[in-house]
């Protein structure tokens, strides 16, 4: 659900290879499943091992800066960072908006507005810049930190928004799921059959697969009481971190993912 829009010479950073994977039925697989672990291994670090909301931030947030430093030091596209980061990713803009909710009392409306407002800032800053959105034009460290920043602030929002549906309005955790999977769905109908700007069609689908993964997380690893089927978040996370990391070493050995070089 993505095209290249412009071939015009960005003008600052370093030329390299793009740095981000081919969007395929893999890519949204994996990346569904990235804000799953994000949701659960959220909760897993943050309640079952006690760490608690602000230092379980502190440790993701530190490793996620360390993962992305290798990301931007790299020249090429190499999956396990890359993914790597988007599952550290989502787990930091899942405590964003947590610490945001627990620790500020900032109501799930506001953060999804708020969210909203900053992600749609960081889309027209980075169109104003680079005249494209396109994830088939991140070869230069600019556009490189542009997509990062949306995809930090996509997490947060889906989080909120995620939340706001599930828990504020009471729609409950695999009904929220549902909501989510048809507008995605409608999303992927209208790129294919009317002809949806690719790299709107993109952004929509990932914005919404944080609440949907979200959804999945909560409904597979919260007890039967609240409203879940009782996996528990260390069952939930692992089960998910072991097909991500199959899929990942899949795409490493066989570059399926890997956005071909323009002649």
Known sequence: MDTIIETREPSLGRK?????????????????????VGETAADFLTFKLHWGL????????????????????ARKYIPGVYWLAVVLISVVGTLITDNLTDHFGVPLVTST????????ITFAAWYKSEKTLSIHSIFTTRRETFYWLAIL???ALGTAAGDLVSEDIGLGYWKSG??????IALVTLAFF???????LSFWIAYILTRPLGASIGDFLSQ?????GL????TGTSMIFLAIILALVIYLTKTRRDEIPVEE
């Open 16 to 36: 390299m290879l793009n740095k981000v994977p081919e969007v395929t039925i893999f890519f949204w697989i994996i990346k569904i499943m990235a804000t799953t």
């Open 54 to 73: 602000t230092n379980t931030t502190f440790v993701m947030s530190a490793l996620l800066i360390i993962t992305l430093i290798f990301q931007f030091k």
């Open 113 to 120: 507005i708020v969210f909203s407002i900053i992600l749609a």
């Open 153 to 155: 602030f996509t997490f």
């Open 178 to 183: 549902i909501l989510f999977a048809v507008v």
């Open 193 to 199: 059959k009317f002809n949806m700007n690719a790299v």
């Open 223 to 227: 007890s039967r009481h609240a409203g």
């Open 230 to 233: 009782g996996l528990g978040t």
